[in-house]
């Protein structure tokens, strides 16, 4: 066998003959990506040089086919299109970057969000916006349970109805959600607001209505403007109701008559 020479790559595509494969289309500040005959870690890969050697702001990705944890971690400003459905753990980590997907996704999307945008077209799993600390994740279908598990800031925005424990363990931010919501809404929230268009089926521990504001009124207005959303439905506002703050201190027949 002929001695190879390997070329430094850092995304990861030499071949094995030491050549770099031309993956992405572009045109200055904008690449198309086909992923199609890609691995994720190949995905990815690309995604970061482009952005980050190239000084591509806007990308598009053909073809994701569900793959699981795509457009994770990234820390630029940028736009980035996926053309079709993504799987688990979806565009999670980022901060400043703006996510378009033409499609589905999987558990977790946008998991740990600092900052700026997701926007999916259809509905998302379980566990979306789990941890989410900034930005907004705007879903224009239903999603599953645990919606905003353990919410630190941001906006979560849902047009359709949403799972069991929505918001639960919620300790800042906002969720609004259009549609109806399963049990345990709000269950063991310490800080933020969710606001609900349909019906609950259940409040969890310490979740109450709360007062609506003129505040309310704009944040929702607002938020609807920004995304194209149209007009926004009568929304019930909820959010906790502070018993649980000193739930540690409480003597064993004290919490039984809190919970």
């Not at 980022?94 to 996704?105: K, P, T």
């Not at 049990?183 to 259940?202: E, F, H, N, R, W």
Request: aromatic share 6%.
């Amino acid at each position: 066998m002929d001695d190879v020479t390997i070329t430094y790559d850092p995304r990861g595509l030499v071949e094995l003959d030491g050549t770099i494969p031309k993956v992405a289309e572009t045109d200055g500040e904008r690449a198309v990506l086909d992923a199609r005959e890609l691995s994720t870690r190949k995905i990815n890969a690309e995604l970061r040089w482009l952005l980050y050697e190239q000084g591509v702001k806007e990308v598009t990705i053909l073809n994701p086919s569900a793959r699981h944890s795509l457009g994770v971690g990234i820390l630029t400003r940028c736009r980035i299109t996926f053309e079709g459905s993504l799987g688990y753990f979806g565009c999670g980590l980022g901060d400043g970057a703006e996510f378009q997907i033409n499609g589905r996704v999987g558990w977790s999307v946008a998991e740990n969000m600092m900052s700026g945008a997701v926007v999916i077209e259809s509905n998302a799993g379980s566990l979306a916006g789990a941890a989410l600390r900034g930005g907004d994740l705007v879903v224009k279908g239903q999603v599953g349970a645990r919606t905003g598990i353990d919410q630190k800031g941001g906006t979560i925005l849902v047009l359709g109805s949403a799972g069991s424990m929505t918001g639960f363990m919620m300790q800042r931010g906002r969720q609004i959600i259009c549609g109806d919501v399963g049990p345990g809404l709000g269950d063991s929230m310490y800080d933020g607001t969710i606001y609900v268009g349909g019906k609950v089926a259940a409040l969890g521990i310490d979740c109450v209505e709360g007062e609506w504001t003129d505040a309310d009124t704009e944040l929702i207005e607002r938020k609807f403007r920004i995304y194209g959303l149209g007009a926004p439905p009568e929304f019930t506002k909820f959010v906790c109701g502070k018993k649980l703050y000193n739930y540690d201190s409480l003597e064993p027949s004290e919490r039984k008559l809190v919970l």
